[in-house]
């Protein structure tokens, strides 16, 4: 850990102590609670440890945190902004940095990608369901796709994915001849291996028909802040929306979560008397300062260049250790763009580590894989190469 980390933590667990303190029980009372918070505070450490790669749950960074702890204390509603004009700054703030980067033009919080997808597939079925209820994504989507189509009730079809784990560009062509669609859905950071969809190439066959193309970029949002990446404002900018998860990859508290339009957002047809200003037709309702102010501290004081020098070095830490993997013998590594490693070992014996959360399991092409997430900025692959040592 830090020595943020620990000081916050050192604050945090003192705080809590006076707390309970201060309250009515009794003391085998206050013993009981003392000891399940000391509990949760334990087992929360595991994020901060070097060799926690099992899945995208980061440690949560210092300045982060404390913007949680603000915004818990500020408790306003933007569905009110204008009592709140601090809120619609720093709203503004957060969308004035992330626009640019993903090529979009406006956007609002949400509770994560599962929401971002679920909104952008309704505004997609506003804008084109009269013409078509069909929506392709990769059989590498992530499930909240099924759920957003089933909720919606939309016809999701999916396209098979080549030996990349990306969606197979002649089979969706092949798949819009045959039926054209309502929404395409690209991803960029595919869940399991980490691998980016041809945005390109499948706007090109959007662009036709034509329909909405909506990125899930909820994991591979991230290398819009680097220099040189393979996922560009250019590239994401083809979409007409983009979410995006800041918890998964910018060390970020659960909820925080962007979703971004080309279109400006317009206010809800239905009727609000009791709110001076209509809200926004957005699938959100009421929300505040908990999905805005620990990343709009974040932005403040780290900036893009100090985002992109925490995400470079997860990227490294990444490509070392599949370096390492392909150099044993009968091991074998798979890096992707946005540092996920998938990797086999001789036998099937890693069963301990992944129960730890050090490493998890997946399929590639059908075959079992252990995977290695490098999420969080605490994550090492020294400490990863520790773990394996007795299995080499």
Not at 18 to 45: G, K, P, T, V, Y
Not at 303 to 312: D, I, N, P, V, Y
Request: proline share 5%; hydrophobic share 40%.
């Amino acid at each position: 850990m830090s020595d943020q980390q620990i000081a916050l933590s050192t604050l945090l667990q003192d705080l809590l102590s006076q707390f309970i303190h201060l309250m009515n029980m009794d003391d085998d009372q206050r013993l009981q609670l003392i000891r399940q918070i000391d509990l949760i505070l334990s087992a929360a450490q595991r994020h901060n440890l070097p060799n926690w790669a099992g899945h995208m749950t980061p440690a949560v960074n210092e300045t982060a945190a404390l913007g949680q702890l603000l915004a818990s204390l500020h408790q306003g509603n933007l569905l009110s902004p204008e009592l709140y004009p601090e809120l619609s700054m720093l709203e503004s703030d957060v969308f004035a940095f992330f626009c640019p980067l993903f090529g979009q033009k406006s956007g609002h919080a949400t509770h994560g990608g599962s929401y971002g997808n679920l909104d952008a597939l309704w505004q997609a079925r506003k804008k084109y369901g009269d013409n078509s209820k069909r929506v392709y994504a990769s059989d590498q989507s992530h499930y909240s796709i099924a759920k957003a189509c089933d909720m919606l009730g939309l016809d999701l079809q999916l396209i098979a994915s080549n030996s990349m784990q990306q969606m197979d560009i002649t089979a969706l062509e092949t798949a819009c001849k045959q039926q054209a669609p309502m929404a395409i859905v690209a991803t960029s950071g595919t869940t399991s291996s980490g691998q980016l969809d041809d945005i390109t190439a499948i706007k090109n066959i959007s662009q036709k028909i034509p329909c909405w193309l909506h990125i899930d970029a909820a994991w591979g949002g991230f290398l819009s802040l680097i220099d040189n990446s393979p996922l560009d404002a250019e590239q994401l900018g083809q979409a007409d929306s983009v979410c995006f998860d800041p918890h998964k990859s910018l060390g970020q508290p659960r909820p925080s979560g962007l979703l971004m339009y080309q279109q400006r957002l317009k206010t809800t047809p239905f009727s609000t008397q009791y709110l001076t200003q209509s809200p926004r037709d957005v699938l959100p309702g009421s929300y505040g300062g908990e999905l805005l102010l620990p990343l709009w501290l974040t932005i403040k004081t780290l900036g893009k260049t100090g985002l992109a020098s925490q995400l470079q070095t997860k990227l490294d830490e990444a490509r070392q250790f599949a370096s390492f993997i392909n150099q044993q013998p009968g091991w074998w590594a798979q890096c992707s763009p946005t540092g996920i490693v998938c990797f086999t070992a001789p036998q099937p014996h890693l069963s301990d580590l992944v129960k730890k959360g050090i490493f998890s399991q997946t399929e590639l092409n059908g075959k079992p894989v252990y995977r290695a997430v490098f999420a969080s900025h605490t994550t090492r692959c020294e400490a990863l190469i520790s773990e394996l040592a007795r299995f080499l």
